[in-house]
């Protein structure tokens, strides 16, 4: 159940690209994506719902496939900053208003000078 | 600060002891999530809220584990007979849910146990 990431782990120069894949086997509700920093509390990135909504922050950008339940997050132009753990969050539908959720695999980026 | 809080932030216990930790979210959220991380994974989902009522219990959870959140504000996690297994970041974050509408997480500084 739990979702996959690829790729586990990248390694950037500043100023590079980078595509971080979340991949489901559940018909998802929502996708959330977060970064965490070693020893810290994960933080918030975006969120994309089903039918296209999305909401976020920071200069990132992120896509949501519902057919093939998978999710794309892209970090454009990398800084210093970006380096952590990225993690997928995914959610749905269970039954009688309830949801479940788990949070994918992660893959560990680290942004170099 | 109006961030999600957590208490205590670091907890050593010997095992079989019953340990109970805290979270207090953010004031207007209705949604209170327990997940638990051990070093290099990421959070596992053990169980969540919405107001008072506990609407979704991960199996990883085990009848020694309790979590409450009787006025639908803060959230005590009891574990009672701690095993060394039980050692990990005990992470909180609230949400808030209208209607069909998902908000983000927002997870506090969360409770490191150590079972010894």
């Known amino acids: 159940q739990q979702p996959v990431q690829s790729p586990q782990a990248v390694i950037l120069r500043e100023g590079e690209d980078a595509v971080i894949n979340c991949s489901s086997s559940?018909?998802?509700?929502?996708v959330h994506w977060y970064r965490q920093k070693h020893g810290e509390a994960p933080v918030f990135l975006m969120i994309?719902?089903?039918?296209?909504e999305q909401k976020g922050h920071e200069k990132i950008s992120a896509s949501f496939n519902e057919k093939k339940q998978q999710s794309s997050l892209y970090l454009t132009a990398s800084q210093l900053s970006y380096s952590g753990t990225y993690f997928c969050?995914?959610?749905?539908?269970?039954?009688?208003?309830?949801?479940?959720?788990?949070f994918g695999t992660g893959t560990r980026l680290k942004v170099l000078a | 600060d109006t961030g999600v809080s957590q208490d205590p932030r670091h907890k050593i216990t010997k095992r079989g002891q019953n340990v109970t930790f805290r979270c207090d979210p953010i004031?207007?959220?209705?949604?209170l999530y327990w997940y638990r991380q051990t070093l290099g994974q990421g959070p596992e989902f053990l169980t969540y809220?919405?107001?008072?009522?506990?609407?979704?219990k991960s199996r990883l959870l085990s009848d020694r584990f309790s979590a409450e959140r009787p006025k639908g504000s803060f959230s005590t996690l009891e574990i009672q007979r701690t095993e060394q297994g039980d050692s990990a970041m005990y992470l909180c974050?609230?949400?808030?849910?209208?209607?069909?509408?998902?908000?983000?997480?927002?997870f506090g500084p969360g409770t490191r146990l150590t079972v010894l």
């Open positions: 974050a609230s949400s808030l849910k209208i209607l069909t509408r998902i908000n983000e997480q927002f």
């Open positions: 559940k018909a998802l509700y929502s």
């Open positions: 994309l719902l089903k039918g296209g």
């Open positions: 969050g995914t959610e749905w539908y269970v039954a009688s208003g309830t949801y479940k959720y788990i």
């Open positions: 004031s207007e959220h209705n949604r």
């Open positions: 809220f919405q107001n008072e009522a506990q609407l979704e």
